[in-house]
């Protein structure tokens, strides 16, 4: 195994190895290039990466452009992990040949998808991709929603948010259903390490990141990316919705070891109520209706008893 | 030679095989041996009948030791080419098999694929499409993507399954080529025949096809490369033209060399059109895969009748043989072209190609369609006897004396259109 990246301080972190160019296309505000550079510089091995179609990809590949300084590969919307772990297949397959290039390299897989290819249309790709061991990471750019294609709503899209295809209206708040739990459901498939991180805790995300590629095997990262066009605030707040999203617990940051064992990894000196979560985003604007008080309630209670449910697991060791 | 090894030894190197002068093999088998000589790097691959014993023979050439490599057994076909693709783009050799549902689930990638210019080798044992659902050879998936941007070989037994997989790994992989290819087989009908297959030595098969070589792989770290980009009206017809430029400039000249070698190694000649007894015939019978066999016994049969029959088998469908075909035409009378594919409300793909290559060529023949086994459906000597017979009279008369389009060998009333 390579040596770990050592970092000091945010200075330092964000301008080491720059191999995602700030020139792209990506909205100003957006939280998915600051995920990416911290993604990637958290270490300094040779990359494999691959995006999802979505947002990331249609704003840093365009012909005859690219933002990439590292190997990267677009196929479709579904299968980009699936595209990771096919060069990763070949990279064990010619080491065993003794065909490489770079026989000393150490190359870390990756594949970036947005919410709606991870939860939605590439879900069994990546399941397929976790269960066969590849040894690759595969990290969610959790927006909730289809942000590319103009906000429609995915399986990760959040109770009572108005969406495109779930919009708040004189008879409805907007989306229905819970959040899917996409960590959950990766930590059982007993891959070696599954996490949340967002953006806004730095330490807290290379720290996984550098854990995450040091194992063998497959990785889950969700990684909650605040967008700034479809959950409606100003591009200069992307970190401070991060850091209410984090500090209000409606984006616990955690990790699951093996499947099993949980640790919470940040605990919010002051926990931030709900509300002032929902209140800053337009997206959540129609619920401080007085119909909709209730459901601002019911969000407190959920995020409330998740935090409880996390706790519990961390304290029993499973 | 597996059992010099000590336990817990890490498996450098693989064994060779031993190969008869004269193997009895199906279509699946010699399918898997030639991967297994061309020493395959990666194995992407999901299980579907009847192409499964193809991968499955990948498999176990893998845990006897008699091939290195990785073999990604995934979750759908989906998945299955997906692999391929960022395997190919990481930079070694590639392929997988497929039939029916399996390839239509892949259709996506295929395009993305051959866009891309990844020199995959799809094996692609021919397969109805539901519904009604099938497990039986007709030729609809391999119609379903002839738009694809796929090279297209098609093998009318096994020893051709064989020849034609190594023959595809040279003119996908060339490097002024740099596009995948299928190579066809009927299901069940070749693949599950076994017959006689004449193989070349493992190192005669291996130096055929030659080493890979890479070009703009993402494992080469010092040279970082970005697939699969986006382009809009801006640039994506340029891309589309190009490779279309090279199908319909570049593959011909590439596969009649590649060709031309195969037969100074093995003496076994292939031509993009086979023109059997064709040079001087008044009728003939323009089809794919196993009914190319059915239809020349019956021709052979006629010729002992007095009747001058030849059969033309298509042996390279993409990119499209038109010169070929015209070449091989020439002077017949009456042509019948045979689709093994409902064509859903048109003529049959084989009609509309042979009839777009014809014209506006010097040739003047009588061309009628006949649309038969779907679903496997037997294609019987006595059905060819019916279709010469039709066109003997199309010669006679100098036009068509039947209706343009005919089914053949369905139960019913006579379907015939135009």
């Known amino acids: ?318 | 030679m597996a059992g010099k090894r000590r336990e817990g030894e890490i498996v450098m190197a693989f064994d060779k095989m031993e190969l008869n002068e004269v193997e009895v093999w199906d279509g699946n088998f010699a399918a898997a041996q030639a991967l297994r000589q061309v020493q395959i790097d990666v194995v992407s691959a999901y299980p579907i009948t009847p192409s499964t014993p193809i991968v499955e023979g990948y498999a176990k050439f893998l845990s006897d030791g008699y091939i290195e490599g990785e073999f990604m057994m995934v979750e759908s076909e989906h998945a299955a080419m997906s692999g391929c693709v960022g395997a190919a783009a990481a930079g070694g050799r590639v392929a997988t098999a497929t039939s029916s549902q399996g390839l239509a689930l892949m259709a996506e990638v295929l395009y993305q694929a051959s866009g891309m210019r990844l020199p995959i080798v799809l094996n692609l044992v021919n397969r109805a499409l539901a519904s009604p659902l099938n497990v039986n050879g007709d030729h609809s998936d391999m119609y379903m993507v002839r738009d694809s941007g796929w090279i297209q070989f098609d093998a009318y037994n096994p020893q051709e399954v064989y020849d034609l997989n190594l023959i595809a790994f040279r003119v996908a992989e060339d490097h002024g080529i740099r596009l995948p290819a299928v190579v066809n087989q009927d299901g069940f009908m070749t693949s599950h025949t076994a017959s006689n297959v004449r193989p070349l030595s493992d190192d005669d098969a291996y130096a055929f096809v030659g080493e890979f070589k890479p070009m703009n792989e993402m494992l080469d770290f010092d040279h970082p490369v970005t697939h699969g980009v986006q382009t809009e009206e801006d640039w994506h017809f340029e891309h589309k033209a190009r490779q279309h430029n090279d199908l319909m400039t570049k593959v011909f000249p590439k596969i009649e060399e590649v060709f031309e070698e195969f037969e100074k190694l093995t003496g076994r000649k292939y031509n993009m059109v086979e023109g059997y007894m064709t040079e001087d015939a008044e009728v003939a019978i323009v089809c794919m895969g196993t009914s190319v066999e059915t239809a020349l016994e019956v021709a052979r049969e006629l010729r002992e009748e007095g009747v001058k029959a030849g059969v033309v088998g298509i042996r390279v469908f993409r990119p499209w043989p038109f010169e070929y075909i015209i070449e091989t035409l020439k002077g017949i009378k009456a042509v019948a072209t045979l689709d093994r594919s409902s064509p859903n409300g048109a003529m049959g793909a084989l009609y509309n190609e042979c009839a777009g290559s014809l014209v506006n060529s010097d040739v003047k023949t009588v061309l009628t369609n006949y649309v038969y086994g779907l679903g496997g459906r037997d294609l019987t000597k006595a059905h060819v006897r019916e279709i010469f017979a039709d066109l003997k009279a199309n010669a006679d008369a100098g036009k068509a004396t039947t209706a343009l389009q005919q089914f053949i060998g369905v139960r019913g009333p006579k379907l015939e259109y135009l």
């Open chain 1, 1 to 318: 195994m390579s040596e770990m990246k050592k970092i000091k301080n945010l200075k330092e972190f964000s301008t080491s190895a720059d191999r995602f160019e700030g020139a792209n296309l990506l909205c100003p505000g957006c939280a998915h290039s600051i995920i990416v550079r911290e993604v990637l510089n958290a270490t300094n091995d040779d990359l494999i990466l691959s995006a999802s179609t979505g947002c990331l990809e249609v704003c840093t590949a365009v012909y005859p452009y690219t933002s990439w300084d590292a190997s990267w590969i677009h196929i479709g919307f579904e299968n980009g992990s699936t595209a990771v772990a096919g060069a990763e297949a070949m990279y064990k397959a010619l080491k065993t040949k003794g065909r490489l290039k770079q026989p000393d390299a150490n190359p870390k897989f990756v594949s970036f998808a947005g919410d709606g290819a991870s939860y939605d249309i590439g879900f069994q790709w990546i399941s397929g991709c976790m269960e066969r061991g590849h040894n690759m990471m595969h990290i969610v750019l959790d927006n909730e929603v289809y942000a590319n294609t103009g906000g429609q709503r995915s399986s990760s899209t959040p109770i009572g948010a108005s969406a495109t295809t779930a919009p708040a209206g004189r008879i409805s708040y907007g989306e229905k259903k819970n959040k899917k739990d996409m960590v959950a459901i990766m930590a059982a498939h007993g891959i070696p390490y599954s996490a949340q991180v967002a953006p806004n805790k730095w330490k807290d995300m290379v720290k996984k990141i550098q854990h995450g590629m040091a194992v063998d095997g497959p990785v889950f990262i969700n990684a909650m990316s605040p967008c700034t066009t479809e959950w409606k605030f100003d591009p200069k707040d992307t970190m401070m919705l991060a850091d209410l999203a984090t500090d209000s617990l409606v984006f616990p940051l955690y990790e699951i070891i093996d499947g099993e064992k949980l640790n919470i990894t940040y605990r919010p000196k002051n926990i931030v109520p709900v509300e002032e979560y929902l209140a800053a985003q337009g997206r959540f604007k129609h619920l401080f209706k007085d119909e909709y008080k209730h459901l601002i309630k019911e969000w407190q209670e959920r995020v409330d008893k998740k935090w409880e449910m996390l706790q519990r697991r961390e304290e029993a060791g499973v």
